[in-house]
């Protein structure tokens, strides 16, 4: 059953940007409830949002209107750089380009969340290797992005989320980038977490990904949750 | 070469990226600003140098005893009047005229200042024409004139020698003795020149009888074989004295010979001034290649696009090294206003101060160099990423993310 | 933390290939013609001082007023005399009061003619001695001069090395004649390092008199104290003296007592002010060097957004990009600052070791430690501070605007 602790939650969260003189409303007053322990999933055709509304689950923005929880307390008008702090010792976020720093080797772009949050060096190199060999790159740690395949810099990404051992893993897209079977590798990656107890939110497009782990389904649709599916668990 | 598109794309590309730009064209403004005052501060004083030597001299000869100290203070070797007569002897020499220096001494009330006093004949203008000065205010001194003096424009002022300044007809004491202020001489341009005092010989030979060598003996020459006049004053000087060759204790020079010698030192020192000054521009050029490198990095896929319909490598270089070159356009015409504001107030302050040989010259070339100088700088350090620009793999810049 | 950043911007600066090197260059240029102006300047004060001879022993110098264009007693007005010399030697705490004479004389040698100055030794022995230590001369060959030497000589060094225009070395033993009459050179002097003093021919007064006929003239007393503590009231003491003597009143006075703090202080002043002029044109391009960093600072921030954002992603702070790029400004700047206080040493020392050589002193070029390190502090706030704009814009970046690529 899903833990009764709630991680994260957004209340009548609406994001409107500006283009000239229109008004683009990109979230139009959505609720998100995640729970630690789950798997969620959040779905829709291009254009429905749901990109922006996995920035504003991960306190990547702020939103126009409503307000976020993260951990029971409310983060919408916290400074960029508490934010910026709070996600990295909370949040690890993996993303469809991966976004790896391409100036640092693999164990490098691992140990640098730890970095931020003050770690030793022989810590994070430390912790970095463990985390190498955790997603079987442990004889890859000193290549760069550019030297890895694609679903290796994915990987990579997964262990860089890991490091500050945070309690929610946030997946953009995480196999838009990649072939079916290395984009399956990579889910299996992510369930194996969640099955030692992380909360995991991932978006995608693809609605057979998104049930097939999920506990929750978020669907969304020009702004809005169209509807909600759970998944029944033994 | 370039089209008018081409020249608008240049520009808009320029545009956009205003603070690169900025920067670029703030460092060859910077360096071509320097350029321009330390080039037209050296013209001021060959200028000056010209003007010295110019007509009034070409045809004079100085003849001075050599010595430890400056030419004219160090009396151990003589010129006397037996060897003025001498020359003005000599075949080519049109006329001679002797002057006495002495360093003299003198007060005003409780200040004391020291000062060169020069002799001259009166009825003889050679010694003022080699100065290229007349008398200004007053009158000028007369052969019987004794107890006269007259006084460089220095001394009308006050506070610029004495804290009074004095005027015509003025009591003035040297070495303890009165004078009366004839007259004042125009302003030559350099403080030590316009703080002499000048006397008539025969009065100079009452005050100082032991004064018996000339500081300087000039002569009028025939002005097309003033080498050979040179010569044989030397010669007859020689044989005056007693003297073997390469044993004088005395040198013969053309006036242009003298200032060539000044002018060779002066354009030393202005070179080695405007050396320094070219570093910048170097440093400048540097910034700008690193700029045009960017534009070139930044525009990479664009490049492939233009290449891809239709542009030739040569339009690709053409339309880097306009770019660059603009750059440098703009900056030197900054730089030469700024240069050009700048050494315009200092002349007003120079001169102002009495130090006119100081002010500096303009010349259409000084601003049209500069300008040129500008452009070259800019395209120089275009070029190379330009070509690299002209060089791009058109489908590899395509397919660049 | 702030290693942490250090090595990062390192890396990152590694990375940037080209453009950085040309930004160093930049500096490394501006600071190589600041630090090699900077010791060229200081090398030639150096070998200014040393041309004027300063001896072991403290001394006043006193000459008569005037324009001084030359050696002591051109340019004079009215020279300094007997009584003046008599009056000096009463002084309090004056040791020894000697006239100086100097008189410019034609020297022939292997039929070749210079004209040189020739100094006067005094007659007394004493006198002579303090003389000889006061400018502390010493014999390289030959002897000195004794009492009893009529037409005898001693040459500077320059003649022994043949660095005076004559053709050939002057040996102990030479004749040369000075103003047509012969003299024998019976020693010459050890290198001096001044260029006066390596040129000087020394003979007795009483010859230097018969030859120049200076008569009672002084050309300039040169005043030993007793006791040198209290030189700058025996100057007073002696001013005062002179000023009787002379009959001219404070203010007015037409003659220069001169301690050597003081000579050369003005000197001094002269050179510095030279010499700081020129450093203000080299550091022009020093600050168009910096111009550069901002550029490719500037350039940087604009490239590295997506980094910038991912960064900001995995939890850094502001203050975490800030510190990062204000860093890579401050490490180009002392990068270049580096190389170029290395280089610009290097062009010193060689220029300074020609200037001596030239000017025939003895001077040891020495590294300005505190110059060095100051230049190097400065090279990384100069970086630092043109990077603080550029920095500042990083750190202000969204990652959300960025990462969505």
Redesign the interface.
């Known amino acids: 059953m899903s833990g009764k602790k709630e991680v994260i939650q957004l209340k009548k969260v609406a994001k409107h940007y500006h283009l000239g003189e229109n008004i683009v409303r990109a979230l139009d007053g959505i609720d998100i409830l995640i729970n630690e322990g789950e798997f969620v999933s959040i779905m829709g055709p291009s254009g429905s949002g749901k990109?922006t509304a996995m920035?504003l689950v991960?306190s990547?923005?702020a939103p126009t209107h409503g307000k976020i929880f993260l951990d029971k307390k409310d983060i919408s008008k916290f400074s960029?750089?508490?934010l910026?702090?709070l996600?990295?010792?909370k949040i690890g976020?993996i993303?469809?380009?991966f976004?790896?720093?391409?100036?640092?080797t693999a164990r490098e772009n691992i140990a640098?969340?730890m970095?931020?949050?003050?770690a030793s060096?022989s810590e994070r190199l430390k912790k970095a290797d463990e985390l190498l060999k955790m997603v079987d790159l442990g004889d890859r740690g000193s290549h760069y992005p550019n030297q890895l395949s694609g679903g290796q810099q994915q990987r990579v990404a997964i262990a860089?989320s890991l490091?500050?051992d945070p309690e929610v893993i946030l997946a953009d897209e995480p196999t838009g980038n990649l072939d079916t079977k290395t984009g399956q590798i990579i889910v299996s990656f992510l369930e194996n977490l969640h099955k030692k107890g992380k909360t995991i939110v991932m978006v995608t497009h693809d609605p057979a990904l998104a049930q097939k782990y999920s506990d929750v389904v978020y669907w969304l649709r020009d702004g809005k949750v169209e509807k909600i599916t759970k998944k029944r668990r033994k | 070469m370039i089209g008018k598109e081409g020249i608008k794309y240049s520009l808009r590309n320029l545009k956009k990226s205003k603070d690169r730009s900025f920067f670029t064209i703030l460092s060859i403004f910077i360096g071509i600003a320097t350029i321009f005052i330390f080039v037209s501060f050296g013209l001021g004083l060959f200028s000056y140098i010209d003007e010295i030597s110019g007509g009034a001299s070409a045809d004079k000869v100085i003849i001075q005893a050599k010595g430890a100290a400056a030419p004219g203070l160090d009396t151990t070797f003589e010129l006397t009047e037996s060897d003025l007569r001498v020359i003005n002897g000599v075949t080519g020499v049109y006329e001679t005229a002797g002057s006495y220096f002495r360093v003299v001494k003198l007060s005003q009330k409780d200040e004391v200042r020291y000062s060169f006093i020069i002799s001259y004949t009166p009825d003889n203008p050679l010694i003022l024409e080699s100065f290229d000065i007349g008398v200004e205010k007053g009158k000028d001194l007369t052969a019987s004139d004794s107890g006269k003096v007259i006084l460089g424009s220095n001394f009308r002022e006050d506070g610029k020698i004495f804290s009074q300044g004095y005027e015509i007809n003025d009591k003035i004491e040297i070495d303890d003795k009165d004078f009366r202020v004839s007259g004042f001489l125009e302003s030559i341009g350099n403080p030590q020149d316009d703080s002499q005092t000048y006397i008539n010989e025969e009065a100079f030979q009452d005050t100082y009888p032991d004064t018996t060598s000339y500081g300087m003996i000039i002569a009028r020459v025939n002005k097309e074989q003033i080498d050979v006049v040179v010569e044989r004053i030397e010669k007859a000087l020689r044989k005056h004295k007693d003297q073997e060759e390469g044993k004088e204790d005395f040198y013969v020079q053309s006036y242009a010979e003298l200032l060539e010698a000044y002018s060779g030192a002066l354009a030393g020192i202005v070179g080695f001034i405007i050396i320094i000054g070219i570093i910048s521009v170097i440093v400048a050029a540097i910034n700008t290649a690193n700029t045009m490198i960017t534009a070139v990095l930044e525009r990479y896929k664009e490049i492939g696009i233009l290449k891809a319909i239709g542009a030739k490598n040569s339009e690709i270089l053409d339309i880097f090294l306009f770019e660059s070159s603009f750059l440098g356009l703009i900056a030197g015409a900054l730089g030469i206003l700024a240069g050009f504001i700048i050494t315009y107030v200092a002349k007003v302050i120079l001169i102002g101060m009495g130090w006119s040989f100081l002010a500096p010259l303009y010349n259409v070339w000084l601003f049209v160099g500069c300008l040129v100088f500008a452009v070259v700088t800019g395209a120089i350090s275009g070029v190379a990423p330009a070509i690299r620009a002209s060089r791009i793999n058109t489908v590899d810049a395509l397919r660049y993310e | 933390m702030r290693a942490d950043h250090f090595f990062l911007s390192l890396k990152n600066l590694k990375h940037r290939g080209l453009r950085t090197w040309l930004t160093l260059l930049g500096i490394f240029i501006g600071v190589t013609v600041v630090i090699a102006l900077i010791g060229l300047g200081n090398g030639l004060k150096l070998t200014v001082e040393a041309q004027f001879g300063v001896s072991s022993l403290e001394v006043i110098t006193v000459q008569a007023g005037g324009l001084n264009f030359g050696p002591p007693g051109s340019g004079v007005s009215i020279p300094l005399d007997m009584d003046d010399l008599e009056a000096v030697k009463g002084v309090n705490n004056v040791d020894y009061a000697i006239r100086r004479n100097l008189e410019t004389l034609k020297l022939e040698y292997n039929d070749r003619l210079v004209i040189g100055t020739a100094i006067d030794l005094p007659e007394d022995k004493e006198e002579a001695d303090v003389f000889y230590e006061a400018l502390d001369l010493e014999i390289e060959q030959g002897r000195k001069l004794k009492e009893s030497d009529t037409n005898k000589i001693l040459l500077g060094n320059n003649f022994l090395t043949n660095k005076v225009d004559l053709g050939k070395p002057v040996e102990a033993g030479d004749n040369v004649k000075l103003n047509n009459k012969s003299f024998e050179v019976v020693g010459l002097l050890e290198k001096q390092g001044s260029f006066i003093l390596d040129n000087i021919a020394i003979m007795p007064r009483t010859k230097l008199d018969d030859l120049s006929d200076f008569g009672d003239e002084i050309d300039m007393i040169i005043v030993v104290l007793k006791d040198t503590e209290l030189i700058e009231e025996t100057k007073e003491d002696i001013e005062k003296v002179l000023r009787k003597t002379r009959d001219v009143d404070e203010g007015e006075e037409d003659f220069d007592v001169s301690t050597p703090a003081a000579a050369l202080e003005t000197v001094n002043q002269v050179l510095t002010g030279v010499q700081i002029f020129i450093v203000i044109i080299a550091l022009i391009s020093v600050f168009v060097g910096a111009i550069g960093i901002i550029n490719t600072m500037t350039t940087s921030v604009m490239e590295r957004r997506k980094d910038i954002g991912i960064m900001k992603a995995v939890g850094a702070r502001n203050s975490d990009i800030f510190l990062q790029f204000l860093i890579e400004a401050g490490l180009l700047g002392l990068i270049g600052g580096l190389a170029g206080v290395v280089f610009g040493s290097i062009i010193s020392y060689f220029g300074v070791v020609g200037i001596a050589s030239f000017l025939g002193t003895e001077v040891s070029p020495s590294l300005d430690i505190p110059l060095t390190l100051i230049t190097l502090v400065v090279s990384f706030i100069i970086g630092a501070a043109a990077g603080i704009i550029p920095a500042i814009k990083a750190a202000k970046q969204n990652p959300v605007e960025v990462i969505r690529g």
């Not at chain 1, 976004?99 to 640092?104: G, Q």
């Not at chain 1, 970095?115 to 003050?118: A, I, K, P």
Request: hydrophobic content about 35%; proline content about 3%.
């Open positions: 990109s920035n991960g990547l923005d960029e750089s508490d910026a702090q996600r990295g010792k976020f993303f469809q380009q976004n790896l720093i391409n100036n640092l640098l969340p970095m931020f949050q003050g060096e860089r490091a500050n």
